[in-house]
């Protein structure tokens, strides 16, 4: 959901995607630099990871609600910021896929890794997917909201750093994983969390991209053959050994421009980017601790929007 390059005149046409796997490079960014963002990533050493396509879209209307806001971050190229973002099977430009990465390493999942190999399963037949339900609209996904500077997103042309939080009707979007093509494991809700810092050039090279979401619970799908059963069950052994949460985890850098794609058909600027995910075993907060975090995201909106009124 990062922003890119419209030096390419948009063209008519239809998006051809992949869920190939992108290179990705080690980078670390200080999260204590965040405003308006106040989950965190939670460290874990128990990790699966993903490579595949996410998808950014907005109104091409630039008087659109939906049209997404302006880029004003310093080195950033001043673009409008994907307003809707999801997976490759939920785009406006899906073309029969079944999901939006699939499964290229895991590490310390060792109940789920022994299962795949024990019953001759590849690693790129599990995949993993977001976006809205296939019985809603696709504006129905995590989108920008009223796509307020201080509530929805936070960014200054005097700093580097974008924060956006991108959220949806829990009921109308999902994110799960598959053996080929059966949900065998489903997530609960979280709002997705962006972070992009454009680095000290207006060079691609230097931008650094998070995103994340809050600690979630893991469920095992209904009516599951006996291969997918107990896939899902090696799967839930290994959260629930290391806290009984999962947290989607995405930190990518340097990656190229992307080309924007007009689609007549929606009226949407469809954009697709690299999803090198990784998904935490991790443990989910105590409700106490979950009330304290907003309590504190709380008081640190209301003094940013005080601070953004007198300006």
């Known amino acids: 959901m990062r922003t890119y390059s419209v030096s390419i005149a948009l063209t008519v046409t239809t998006a051809v995607t992949t869920g ?6 080690a980078a670390t960014f200080d999260f204590n630099q965040l405003e308006l963002i106040t989950a965190r990533p939670i460290e874990s050493d128990t990790f699966l990871s993903f490579s595949g396509t996410q998808t950014g879209f907005f109104n091409a209307d630039p008087t659109a609600p939906d049209s997404g806001h302006i880029d004003i971050s310093l ?15 939920s785009s406006p430009l899906a073309m029969g896929e079944t999901r939006s990465a699939s499964l290229n390493g895991s590490t310390n999942f060792t109940n789920f890794f022994s299962y795949l190999t024990n019953n001759n399963i590849d690693l790129s037949n599990i995949g993993f997917g977001y976006g809205q339900k296939a019985d809603r ?40 994983l ?14 997705l969390f962006a972070v992009f810092d454009y680095g000290e050039t207006v060079e691609a090279e230097d931008n650094l991209e998070v995103i994340f979401s809050e600690a979630v ?16 069950n090696a799967f839930l052994q290994d959260v629930t050994a290391n806290g009984g949460g999962v947290q989607l ?9 992307a080309i924007p794609v007009f689609d007549p058909n929606t009226g949407f ?15 989910v907060p105590e409700p106490g601790s979950i009330l304290g975090l907003l309590t504190i995201g ?14």
């Open 137 to 176: 609209d696709v504006t129905e996904t995590w989108n920008l909201g009223d796509d307020l500077l201080g509530q929805d997103w936070l960014a200054s042309p005097d700093s580097t750093i974008e924060e956006r939080i991108y959220q949806a009707n829990p009921n109308a979007v999902e994110s799960f």
């Open 20 to 25: 190939l796997p992108f290179a990705v490079q």
């Open 217 to 232: 619970t893991a469920q095992k799908a209904s009516d599951l053959d006996n291969l997918a059963d107990g896939l899902a």
């Open 269 to 283: 600027v469809v954009v697709n980017f690299p999803l090198p995910l990784n998904l935490r075993a991790v443990s």
């Open 178 to 191: 598959t053996l080929g093509d059966t949900k065998f494991i489903s997530f609960g809700y979280s709002p």
């Open 75 to 89: 080195n950033s190229p001043g673009n409008p910021a994907p307003y809707y973002g999801t997976g490759l099977q």
């Open 298 to 311: 709380s008081l640190g909106l209301t003094s940013i929007l005080k601070k953004a009124k007198s300006q």
């Open 249 to 257: 985890f995405l930190e990518d850098s340097g990656v190229e421009d």
